[in-house]
């Protein structure tokens, strides 16, 4: 039972900037990694940049440069800071989160979840 809440996206022109960000909430007990894919129309789903719980950072080649992401572990949220935006950016991003949840039943269960989705558009 965790809930991924995105938000920020919308358009940009060409070289523009937009940051988004996404929370997750629920019977959290630890996040391991939080991170941004994309899928652009007719494409197939594509990883832009992840963070872990120590900080460790991974990026798209197309993206490297341009795209940070940062976290805030206090709060369970995540930001992808996208600079010097180009119309190929143009896809609905989704923030995908793992870690695991405690339930006083239960226990430890692992968990990966994913948000609704963003639309960020690009053009002129």
């Known amino acids: 039972q965790v809930q991924i809440k995105e938000s920020g996206g919308g358009l940009v022109q060409p070289g523009g900037s937009l940051t988004l960000s996404c929370a997750a909430s629920g019977s959290i007990l630890s996040i391991n990694a939080m991170g941004w894919h994309r899928q652009a129309p007719g494409k197939q789903r594509e990883l832009v940049a992840t963070i872990t719980d120590v900080g460790k950072t991974t990026y798209a080649d197309s993206v490297k440069g341009r795209f940070t992401i940062s976290r805030d572990a206090a709060k369970n949220m995540v930001t992808l800071q996208m600079n010097s935006l180009k119309p190929e950016d143009t896809a609905v991003y989704h923030c995908?989160?793992?870690?695991?949840?405690?339930?006083?039943?239960?226990?430890?269960?692992?968990?990966?979840?994913w948000g609704q989705g963003t639309q960020v558009t690009v053009s002129s």
């Open positions: 995908n989160v793992g870690g695991f949840t405690l339930d006083p039943t239960n226990g430890f269960s692992p968990f990966a979840s």
